[in-house]
T-cell receptor
């Protein structure tokens, strides 16, 4: 059973460009979470999605950031007009509703560098 | 608002020593608490999950406890090995999202 997959693993963008980060959850998982780890800071929650629904986006910056988890295909975290402060590691996690609790399993992350 | 604190921030021990990592949280209305390890430049590996109705979980040399009334969880590592060197994170979950502490960076010296 493959784990959570994220791509690309490394992404370099220039200021003003768009960044698209992809996450494929574990097989059978219908819940996806995105977290951001800034240099020298802890891991911060961004958004929680189920298929075709955003459940909690309380950690998402108000502008330039969006996320989706379509019926088919991976979850996408999109950052428009990137700035240097967006440079960070972005992690995706997934969980199932199996047994009524949500143990989260993390992917290897996408390391975004904004030049 | 949930806040999670981990102490110490860093710990260095000789191989073979037993050790305890601490995690405290401010809101006791958690659904579960999860311990992870993170190696440099890597993702998070789930170690143990404790549901709110449980008091402890064990996996091999690891034992995690949960005391909701005091807002504390501990991760006990027995007979530490150099391969245990990593950053250990605890995450408290209520309403789905995990709120993380800053982590404890552990170094086990041969």
């Amino acid at each position: 059973n493959a784990g959570v997959m994220q791509n690309p693993r490394h992404l370099v963008r220039r200021r003003g460009q768009e960044a698209r980060l992809r996450c494929s959850p574990m097989k059978g998982h219908s819940h996806v979470y995105w977290y951001r780890q800034l240099p020298e800071e802890g891991l911060k929650f961004m958004v929680y999605l189920q298929k075709e629904n955003i459940i909690d986006e309380s950690g998402m910056p108000k502008e330039r950031f969006s996320a989706e988890f379509p019926k088919e295909g991976p979850s996408i975290l999109r950052i428009q007009q990137v700035v240097r402060g967006d440079s960070a590691a972005y992690f995706c996690a997934s969980s199932s509703e199996d047994r009524g609790y949500n143990e989260q399993f993390f992917g290897p992350g996408t390391r975004l560098t904004v030049l | 608002k949930q806040e999670v604190t981990q102490i110490p921030a860093a710990l260095s021990v000789p191989e073979g020593e037993n050790l305890v990592l601490n995690c405290s949280f401010t809101d006791s209305a958690i659904y579960n608490l999860q311990w992870f390890r993170q190696d440099p430049g890597k993702g998070l590996t789930s170690l143990l999950l404790i549901q709110s109705s449980q008091r402890e979980q064990t996996s091999g040399r690891l034992n995690a406890s949960l005391d909701k009334s005091s807002g504390r969880s501990t991760l006990y590592i027995a007979a530490s090995q150099p391969g245990d060197s990593a950053t250990y994170l605890c995450g408290a979950s209520n309403t789905g999202k995990l709120i993380f502490g800053q982590g404890t960076t552990l170094q086990v010296k041969p």
